[in-house]
Protein backbone atom coordinates (compact mmCIF):
# COMPACT_ATOMS: atom_id res chain seq x y z
CA UNK A 1 0.00 0.00 0.00
CA UNK A 2 1.63 3.42 -1.26
CA UNK A 3 1.74 6.27 1.62
CA UNK A 4 -0.98 8.76 1.04
CA UNK A 5 0.33 11.99 -0.61
CA UNK A 6 0.88 14.86 2.15
CA UNK A 7 -1.58 18.07 2.29
CA UNK A 8 -0.24 21.22 0.18
CA UNK A 9 0.24 23.72 2.78
CA UNK A 10 0.51 26.40 0.37
CA UNK A 11 -2.65 28.57 0.49
CA UNK A 12 -3.53 30.05 -3.16
CA UNK A 13 -5.18 33.36 -3.91
CA UNK A 14 -8.32 31.29 -5.01
CA UNK A 15 -8.26 28.80 -2.08
CA UNK A 16 -8.38 32.08 0.09
CA UNK A 17 -10.95 33.56 -1.59
CA UNK A 18 -13.12 30.59 -1.81
CA UNK A 19 -12.63 29.96 1.89
CA UNK A 20 -13.37 33.52 2.99
CA UNK A 21 -16.42 34.54 0.63
CA UNK A 22 -17.88 31.31 2.47
CA UNK A 23 -17.89 33.06 5.65
CA UNK A 24 -20.37 35.06 7.72
CA UNK A 25 -19.70 39.00 7.83
CA UNK A 26 -20.99 39.29 11.13
CA UNK A 27 -18.79 36.67 12.30
CA UNK A 28 -16.82 38.98 15.77
CA UNK A 29 -12.98 38.42 15.72
CA UNK A 30 -10.70 40.14 17.93
CA UNK A 31 -10.90 43.88 17.68
CA UNK A 32 -7.24 44.82 17.69
CA UNK A 33 -7.01 43.23 14.31
CA UNK A 34 -8.25 43.16 10.52
CA UNK A 35 -11.24 41.76 10.97
CA UNK A 36 -14.28 39.25 8.72
CA UNK A 37 -15.38 42.19 6.74
CA UNK A 38 -12.10 42.91 5.72
CA UNK A 39 -11.02 39.60 4.50
CA UNK A 40 -14.48 38.68 2.91
CA UNK A 41 -14.66 41.57 1.01
CA UNK A 42 -10.89 41.66 -0.10
CA UNK A 43 -11.30 38.16 -1.55
CA UNK A 44 -13.51 39.73 -4.10
CA UNK A 45 -10.51 41.66 -5.61
CA UNK A 46 -7.83 39.55 -7.20
CA UNK A 47 -4.72 41.31 -5.59
CA UNK A 48 -5.94 41.84 -2.20
CA UNK A 49 -6.57 38.51 -2.21
CA UNK A 50 -3.47 37.33 -3.77
CA UNK A 51 -1.53 39.30 -1.02
CA UNK A 52 -3.94 38.49 2.16
CA UNK A 53 -3.29 34.93 0.91
CA UNK A 54 0.53 35.16 1.45
CA UNK A 55 0.12 36.54 4.81
CA UNK A 56 -2.17 33.58 5.60
CA UNK A 57 -0.25 31.15 3.54
CA UNK A 58 3.68 32.22 4.95
CA UNK A 59 2.85 31.04 8.69
CA UNK A 60 1.42 28.18 7.53
CA UNK A 61 3.73 26.79 5.42
CA UNK A 62 6.97 27.52 7.90
CA UNK A 63 4.92 26.93 11.48
CA UNK A 64 5.06 30.04 12.80
CA UNK A 65 2.53 32.52 14.63
CA UNK A 66 2.61 35.80 13.97
CA UNK A 67 2.19 38.49 16.73
CA UNK A 68 -1.04 39.69 16.49
CA UNK A 69 -2.35 36.11 15.99
CA UNK A 70 -1.27 35.39 20.37
CA UNK A 71 -4.10 37.90 21.18
CA UNK A 72 -7.18 36.36 22.01
CA UNK A 73 -10.10 38.40 23.70
CA UNK A 74 -12.65 36.54 26.54
CA UNK A 75 -16.15 38.13 26.04
CA UNK A 76 -18.79 37.23 28.28
CA UNK A 77 -22.40 36.53 26.16
CA UNK A 78 -25.66 35.69 28.19
CA UNK A 79 -26.89 32.65 28.12
CA UNK A 80 -30.69 34.12 29.68
CA UNK A 81 -32.10 37.74 28.74
CA UNK A 82 -31.16 39.98 31.74
CA UNK A 83 -29.36 37.26 33.91
CA UNK A 84 -25.84 38.83 34.23
CA UNK A 85 -24.60 36.32 36.94
CA UNK A 86 -20.85 35.44 35.77
CA UNK A 87 -21.60 32.06 36.42
CA UNK A 88 -24.87 31.50 34.28
CA UNK A 89 -22.97 33.58 31.16
CA UNK A 90 -20.98 31.79 28.62
CA UNK A 91 -17.19 32.85 27.39
CA UNK A 92 -16.33 32.69 24.02
CA UNK A 93 -13.14 33.36 23.10
CA UNK A 94 -12.38 36.40 19.49
CA UNK A 95 -9.38 35.19 17.99
CA UNK A 96 -7.53 37.13 14.76
CA UNK A 97 -9.41 36.32 12.22
CA UNK A 98 -6.48 35.48 9.52
CA UNK A 99 -5.76 32.83 12.26
CA UNK A 100 -9.79 31.74 12.84
CA UNK A 101 -9.82 30.89 9.16
CA UNK A 102 -5.99 28.95 9.26
CA UNK A 103 -7.37 27.10 12.01
CA UNK A 104 -10.35 25.84 9.80
CA UNK A 105 -8.43 24.92 7.34
CA UNK A 106 -5.93 22.80 9.67
CA UNK A 107 -8.59 21.30 11.14
CA UNK A 108 -9.94 20.07 7.80
CA UNK A 109 -6.56 18.94 6.06
CA UNK A 110 -6.21 16.98 9.64
CA UNK A 111 -9.17 14.88 8.76
CA UNK A 112 -8.64 14.93 5.16
CA UNK A 113 -4.99 12.74 5.93
CA UNK A 114 -6.19 10.74 9.47
CA UNK A 115 -9.24 9.47 7.08
CA UNK A 116 -6.48 8.75 4.26
CA UNK A 117 -4.70 6.58 6.65
CA UNK A 118 -7.25 5.16 8.36
CA UNK A 119 -6.97 6.68 11.41
CA UNK A 120 -10.34 7.72 12.27
CA UNK A 121 -12.59 5.71 14.47
CA UNK A 122 -15.55 4.32 12.86
CA UNK A 123 -17.92 5.95 15.61
CA UNK A 124 -16.47 9.77 14.20
CA UNK A 125 -19.24 11.38 12.33
CA UNK A 126 -18.57 15.06 13.08
CA UNK A 127 -17.40 16.76 9.99
CA UNK A 128 -16.91 13.67 7.64
CA UNK A 129 -17.64 13.12 3.96
CA UNK A 130 -20.48 10.10 3.59
CA UNK A 131 -21.08 10.46 7.57
CA UNK A 132 -24.63 11.58 9.01
CA UNK A 133 -24.76 13.10 12.72
CA UNK A 134 -28.29 10.87 12.72
CA UNK A 135 -26.95 7.94 11.90
CA UNK A 136 -24.81 8.28 14.76
CA UNK A 137 -27.84 9.30 17.12
CA UNK A 138 -29.47 6.45 15.86
CA UNK A 139 -26.83 4.43 16.95
CA UNK A 140 -26.53 5.36 20.13
CA UNK A 141 -30.42 5.09 21.11
CA UNK A 142 -30.42 1.81 19.63
CA UNK A 143 -26.91 0.14 21.72
CA UNK A 144 -26.53 3.00 24.75
CA UNK A 145 -30.40 3.60 25.61
CA UNK A 146 -31.12 -0.06 26.10
CA UNK A 147 -29.37 0.49 29.43
CA UNK A 148 -30.47 2.24 32.48
CA UNK A 149 -28.65 4.53 34.91
CA UNK A 150 -27.12 0.94 36.83
CA UNK A 151 -26.38 -0.70 33.89
CA UNK A 152 -29.20 -3.25 33.64
CA UNK A 153 -30.71 -4.08 30.59
CA UNK A 154 -34.10 -2.04 30.03
CA UNK A 155 -37.11 -3.76 27.89
CA UNK A 156 -36.77 -1.81 24.37
CA UNK A 157 -39.26 -2.52 21.62
CA UNK A 158 -39.37 -0.06 18.95
CA UNK A 159 -42.71 2.10 18.31
CA UNK A 160 -44.69 2.50 15.66
CA UNK A 161 -45.28 5.80 14.62
CA UNK A 162 -48.91 6.63 15.21
CA UNK A 163 -49.81 6.62 11.40
CA UNK A 164 -48.35 4.23 10.16
CA UNK A 165 -50.07 1.28 8.60
CA UNK A 166 -48.80 -2.56 9.36
CA UNK A 167 -49.65 -3.76 5.96
Same mark, same amino acid.
Given at each position: ???????? !????? #? &??????? +???????? %????????????????????????? !???????? #?????????????????? &?????? %????????? @?????? @???? !? #????????? +?? +????? %?????? +?????????? @???????????? #???????????? @?????
Amino acid at each position: MSEPSPQS !LYISA #G &EHAEAWK +KQKIKTAS %EPSALGFPHYIVGAYHPAIAEVDAA !LRSAPYQL #GFSPEDWHTITDLQILKK &EQVYDV %EKMRTIQLM @NAAFNI @NNKK !L #GRDMMVQAE +KR +KLMAK %EQYGSR +KRHKSVVACA @NKVWTMDKFDRH #GQQQRWYPTMPS @NATTE
